[in-house]
C-alpha cells in the first residue's frame, strides 16, 4: 500500500468512524483503489489491442505513394536500443534462400502459396509497419519454400504478442523447420505431422505469473526427442506488446537460438542430419482466449545460406557486401538486431588499420526512384554514424555513397531477389 493510500484512509477513518469500523473502511478504500487501477490498466490495454486490430487510421494501400516506396515518410530522428544487442554474434548467411513479408499479398487474405489447417489472414498494424500474417489459435503454417536450405543456414522472423487480458494460460508460439523428403514442402500432411522425415521443432509459451518457457525438440524418423528448457521468470514484458526477433543459425547437427538479441540455446548435437532441411512452419496451441482476446503475427521471414567471410571479401577482394543490417521499413534507422554485422566490419577495420572503406547503401526498385536514392543516402550515412560512436572507428576512414535501386543484383520481381538487393556495400578504398 503507498502513503497516498494510508493517508486517505486515516482521513476517511476520522470522520466515518461512527458509522464503520477501520477495517470495513479499509477493505473498501483498497477495493475502490484498485477497481480504479484495474479501469486504467484495461483501457490501456483497450488500446493497445485495438491498435493491433487496426482499428484506429490504418495506413494507405500499398499501390498508394504513401506506403509504396521505400521511403516515403521522414527518416526516424530517435535513438534505438541497439546497444542492448551488444553480446549478440548472430550473423546471417549470406545468399538468399526464402523471404516473406507479405508485401504482395493482399490485406485480408492468406498468402499466396501457403497452406494452413487452419484459418490466417494478412493484416496491417496501425502501431507496426508494414504487412503481418495473423495467426489463429489450434492453427499450423506451412510457408510457401520449395527450396533446400542446405546444412547451414540461418533464419530470421520477427513476432508479435498481444493480449488483451493476462488472465489467462496463453496460447503456445512454436516455430520449426523440417525435411519435406520426396513430398511437396506444402503438403497438408505436414500440418499435423512435420516430423515424417526429421524436424526441430521451438516452442515459446508465455505462461501465467509473468514467466516464459522455452523447449527444443528433435524429430527424426517420426520420433520426437526433448532436447532442452528453459523457464524464465519473470520476463513477460520481453515479449508482450513489441515487436521481438527471433534468429536461428543451423551448423549441421547444431543449433543455435536469438530472442532479441539474448542466446536461448547453443546445442551442438541437437539435430538429426540425414536430410537436408526444405520448410518452416508456424504453429498456435488452443486456449481460453477468443479470437478478438489475442494477437499473434509473423513478418519479414528470411533464410540466407552461406558464411560471410567478412574479412577476406573485404580486405583481399576489396568489396564486402551483405543483407544483414537492416533498417526500419521506410526509414534509415539500423536495427538492433544487426549488431552483429556491424561489429564484424568494424573488427575488421581495427585489426587493419591503413585500410579505409566507402559504404554504400541500395535499395530495391519498389516505390519512387529518387526517394530510395535518398534513402540508400541515409542508411549508408547511418552505418557510418554506428561505425564512428558505437565502435570508435575514425570518421576519415570512412566514405558513403547511395545508389538507390540503379545496381540490382537480383530479380526485383520476387521476394528473394528485393531482399538481396536491399543491401549495404563496403569497398576498399
Known sequence: MTKRFAIIIL???????????????????????????????????????????????QPAPNNTPATKGETTKAVKEEDNDIKSYSKFDFIPGDSIIYAEDFQQDVVGEFPLNWNTGGKGDVVTLSSYPGKWLRLYENSSYLTSNKKLFSKNFTLEFDVIFQMKNTGYTYPMFSFGFFASGEDSTTDNQFLTHPAANQS?????RLGSGNSTYTTIYSNAKGKRQFVSEIQEFPNLEKYYGKVSDVAVHVQESRIRVWVNGEKKYDLPKALATDYIFNQLYFKLSSSSYKDDELGFYVSN???ATGKPD??????????????????????????????????????????????????????????????????????????????????GIEASRLETEGKGETQPIADNKTKEGKTANRRVEFIKL
Open 11 to 57: 482521513l476517511l477513518a476520522g470522520s466515518f468512524m461512527a458509522e464503520a469500523q477501520l477495517g470495513g473502511l479499509l477493505n473498501k478504500v483498497k477495493n475502490k483503489a484498485k477497481d480504479r487501477v484495474d479501469r486504467k490498466v484495461d483501457n490501456e490495454i483497450d488500446k493497445t489491442f485495438d491498435k493491433a486490430e487496426g482499428k484506429e487510421t
Open 310 to 391: 567478412t574479412r577476406h571479401k573485404l580486405v583481399e577482394e576489396g568489396k564486402f557486401s551483405t543483407t544483414g543490417i537492416l533498417f526500419d521499413f521506410q526509414s534509415a534507422v539500423i536495427k538492433p538486431e544487426s549488431y552483429g554485422v556491424v561489429k564484424e566490419i568494424a573488427s575488421v577495420l581495427k585489426d587493419n588499420g591503413p585500410l579505409r572503406i566507402k559504404v554504400i547503401g541500395h535499395t530495391s526498385n519498389d516505390g519512387d526512384d529518387n526517394a530510395n536514392m535518398e534513402l540508400s543516402k541515409k542508411r549508408a550515412s547511418a552505418v557510418k554514424d554506428l561505425l564512428t560512436t558505437e565502435f
Open 301 to 303: 521471414v528470411k533464410v
Open 200 to 204: 526441430s521443432e521451438v516452442l515459446l
